[in-house]
Nanobody, 114 residues
Framework: QIQLVESGGDLVQPGGSLRLSCKVSGLVFSIYTMGWYRQAPGKQREMVASIIRGGSTHYADSVKGRFTISRDNAKNTVYLQMNSLKPEDTAVYYC????????WGQGTQVTVSS
């Protein structure tokens, strides 16, 4: 059974930091491209960051310089370090595993508010 379980979402003040984790099981994690997406209320889901099996990364312009995606193939886990958070980063954050098919986690809520 393939499972992606996100954690780390929380309420944080503007300028704060959070680290999201996505633990993956049931697939060969190391060959998958992993991505973080987010969906704010009333908006479409958007790509935030992705990392391929070789470690190359890609970021949405809105998070460049603030967010960092990384992976630990030994732990079957992908991370998203989020710094200098802004209210517009408020959303449900999802991780996705892509190889031949896509697999999604259930999401974790990030709220940036004072």
């Amino acid at each position: 059974q393939i499972q992606l379980v996100e954690s780390g979402g929380d309420l944080v003040q503007p300028g704060g930091s959070l680290r999201l984790s996505c633990k993956v099981s049931g697939l060969v994690f190391s060959i998958y491209t992993m991505g973080w997406y987010r969906q704010a209320p009333g908006k479409q889901r958007e790509m935030v960051a992705s990392i391929i099996r070789g470690g190359s990364t890609h970021y949405a312009d809105s998070v460049k310089g603030r967010f960092t995606i990384s992976r630990d193939n030994a732990k079957n886990t992908v991370y998203l370090q989020m710094n200098s958070l802004k209210p517009e980063d408020t959303a449900v954050y999802y991780c996705k595993a892509t190889y031949i098919a896509d697999y999604w986690g259930q999401g974790t809520q990030v709220t940036v508010s004072s």
